[in-house]
């Protein structure tokens, strides 16, 4: 049962302390700046790693070197990172302790348009093998993507929708794995091309696992089949680029607790552009945007459907960067558009009857020199949220909430191989449909579940201090945090 406390002091309270992580490369001391994470998800503006606050990442190789089938599996060796773990074919990022409604999980900056955030058994249907990188975001940055990103934000980044040409007029990859554990076994391709100012992109993969082997025996419902593909295309200029892609993602895997399994499909279209601009400061502007069509049934040892989840979504951002302006070095501003149409069918009703979540957001990031070595970043996010359902006891609801986030942070450069940052924020979230109007029993996870239409908003106000090193050949990072939330549902 979903319940809200008033409390203006603290009403829930989270500490982290030292998340610490360590890595070193088999590079030569001369290629040091290899060590350097590519990290886009974090800041419009500037190197991610000259932020206040830390970004992970995990790169294509760490990723087939895991054999991981989802994106939290693939995440194992991110401090302050772990899995749901619910079902092999269902792991939802788990960020500093907090998961669902308060971590948003992307796919090149863009919703994944799923039901995850609904129930821990629910799938994202997005593949490590599809993943150039995954990256994760915590803290300040957060808000660059919304209010349901409060706890933080995991993008899997890709070329599905080619960002650059690639690096020969045609270039390919197989990968496959086995693991015995559960006769698993993985298959997956891909190629690029280039013809004249077009790049292409196509993949493709299939993950096959049968119940896996367990000390006490075999776990039964532990299976997972899951394929994938998507073609991508996309012009690109000098400064510009504009190209599209379709994504389309089958999964089936059973659900250990119980008798029945989940059927998962999706269809998916992405936009991604980029235009130089020369107006002024102002140096590009970059619009992405994504629509999907999702739907999962849960089906008994038959095949019949005892419930079925299904999700229309888009999502569309702009975003323009500026350099130099007045006192600050470089700057940002954004605009974001969602909506949501969720529905259930069959038992699925019994929890949650149809809703619809729209919102608009304005949001900006800017950074002003305090001296060489001491810079200060802030940013603040203007949100607009009205979700439409049907309350528990059966009658039409509508909440409309506008929650406004803030950052501030300073990092200084110590020395040429220490930074120390030190963020502060604060930020809001709206309550989502399931705490709003979830009305019944859950199946997956075995709750009842009972929304509260007249919930507030969530706020969780932020302190974190970062240090990181640079040697030649081993980095490390490291941060204390503490979050106090206020009207915590």
């Known amino acids: 049962m979903y319940r809200t406390f ?69 995440l194992a060796q991110v401090a302050g990172v772990t899995s749901s773990g619910f079902a092999a ?60 990103a409060i706890g933080g934000v995991v993008n899997a980044i890709s070329q599905r929708v080619p960002t650059r040409f690639p690096d020969e007029s045609f270039t390919g990859e197989v990968t496959g794995g086995y693991n015995s554990g559960a006769d698993s076994r993985d298959f997956a391709a891909q190629a690029g091309a280039r013809t004249g100012d077009v790049a292409w992109h196509a993949d493709g993969y299939t993950r096959h696992a049968d119940d896996y082997d367990t000390p006490q025996g075999v776990l039964a419902n ?25 994504m389309r993602t089958e999964s089936r895997y059973g659900i250990p607790a119980e008798e029945s399994y989940i059927d998962m499909h999706q269809t998916k279209l992405l936009l991604r552009s980029s235009f130089g601009l020369d107006a002024g400061a102002w140096r590009t502007l970059t619009v992405d945007g994504g629509w999907a069509d999702y739907a999962h049934s ?17 999502d569309a951002r702009a975003e323009a960067v500026a350099g130099k302006w007045g006192a600050l070095s470089e700057s940002a501003l954004g605009i974001q558009l969602q909506r949501r149409e969720f529905s259930a069918l069959g038992e699925g009703q019994e929890y949650l009857l149809p809703t619809t979540t729209e919102s608009q957001a304005v949001f900006g990031f800017a950074e002003a ?30 909440r409309s909430l506008t929650p406004l986030s803030a950052s501030l942070g300073v990092v200084t450069d110590i020395s040429g191989d220490w930074r120390l940052g030190l963020s502060l924020s604060s930020a809001a979230r709206a309550p989502a449909q399931t705490e709003l109007f979830a009305r019944g029993p859950h199946d997956g996870p075995l709750t009842f579940e009972t929304g509260d239409p007249s919930l507030g908003k969530e706020r969780a106000n932020s302190l974190e201090a970062s240090l990181r090193w640079r040697g030649d050949r081993v980095h490390a990072d490291g941060a204390v945090w503490a979050t106090r939330f206020n009207n915590y549902i």
């Open 6 to 74: 008033n409390a203006r002091a603290l009403c829930a309270a989270s500490l982290g302390f030292i998340s610490l992580s360590v890595a070193a490369a088999d590079a030569q001391p001369e290629h040091a700046e290899d060590l350097e994470t590519v990290v886009v998800t974090a800041s419009p503006i500037g190197d991610p790693d000259k932020l206040a606050t830390i970004a992970g990442s995990v790169d294509r190789a760490q990723l087939l070197r895991s054999g991981a089938a989802t994106l939290a599996d693939g």
């Open 89 to 148: 074919g269902a792991g939802r990022p788990v960020i500093r302790g907090m998961d669902a409604n308060r971590v948003r999980v992307l796919e090149d900056g863009i919703g994944s348009f799923d039901v995850s955030d609904v129930g821990p058994d629910h799938g994202v249907p997005i593949d490590p093998f599809t993943a150039e990188r995954i990256e994760v975001v915590r803290g300040a940055a957060t808000l660059r993507y919304g209010s349901q």
């Open 222 to 246: 532990s299976w997972l089949r899951g394929k994938g593909a998507s073609l991508g295309g996309s012009w690109i200029g000098d400064g510009d680029r504009v190209g599209l892609g379709v």
């Open 298 to 314: 849960e089906r008994d040892d038959t095949g019949a459907a005892l419930s079925t989840f299904k999700d229309r979504e888009w």
């Open 369 to 398: 020199p305090l001296s060489d070595a001491t810079r200060l970043q802030f940013g603040a996010r203007v949100e607009r949220v009205r979700i439409d359902g049907t309350a528990p006891d059966d009658t039409p609801a509508s």
